[in-house]
């Protein structure tokens, strides 16, 4: 039989994604991913893109969490600790961004295009790190629920 209500699963899809980057992490998530490609572009422009590999994983990283967290999928395949996957993908991010940052703006005399990525990557490591530590306060406001919950000896 054919569906009869007339929405289709993309169309379900793009809702999904229109109402989930509204939300304080879709909008992280999404911002994460926008800066990676922006950054991505600055790298394969510049004379030497070796730079580049930190970029790529990031943003792929960033996706597959956008799109687990977007279709709920962290509810479905809870075999996986998704919060403290998600905090360790952004604190190594930051770590990351910041580092081949430093280095490419120090370093990137007479490559414009470097010295760009390098000051986005900046600006990313700051992204990722104000991530890390909103996960940081959602991890430290569960575990103080939970062992409140627990705790019932008398």
Same mark, same amino acid.
């Given at each position: 039989?054919? +569906?009869?209500?007339?929405? =289709?699963?993309?169309?379900? /899809? #793009? ?17 994460? @991913? ?7 572009? /600055? %790298?394969?422009? =510049?004379? %030497? ?7 790529? /994983?990031? *943003? ?6 956008? @799109?687990?967290? *977007? *279709? ?7 075999? !996986?600790?998704? !919060? ?12 990351? %961004?910041?580092?081949? =940052? #430093? &280095? /490419? !703006? ?16 900046? &600006?990313?490591?700051? #992204?990722?790190?104000? +991530? ?8 430290? =406001? ?13």
């Amino acid at each position: 039989m054919a +569906d009869t209500n007339g929405t =289709s699963p993309a169309a379900n /899809c #793009l809702e999904k994604l229109k109402s989930y980057v509204k939300t304080p992490k879709g909008f992280i998530l999404f911002a994460e @991913i926008l800066i990676s490609f922006i950054i991505l572009i /600055c %790298y394969a422009a =510049s004379l %030497y893109g070796g730079y580049s590999a930190v970029a790529i /994983c990031e *943003m792929v990283f960033a996706i597959i969490f956008f @799109i687990i967290f *977007m *279709m709920d999928l962290d509810k479905q395949f809870q075999v !996986v600790n998704w !919060v403290w996957s998600d905090f360790f993908r952004a604190i190594i991010g930051a770590i990351l %961004y910041i580092i081949t =940052s #430093l &280095i /490419c !703006v120090i370093g990137g005399a007479g490559d414009g295009a470097r010295i760009a990525g390098g000051v986005f990557g900046l &600006i990313a490591g700051l #992204l990722f790190a104000y +991530d890390t530590y909103t996960i940081y306060l959602q991890i430290k =406001s569960t575990r103080q629920h939970t062992a409140a919950a627990t705790d019932d000896h008398a």
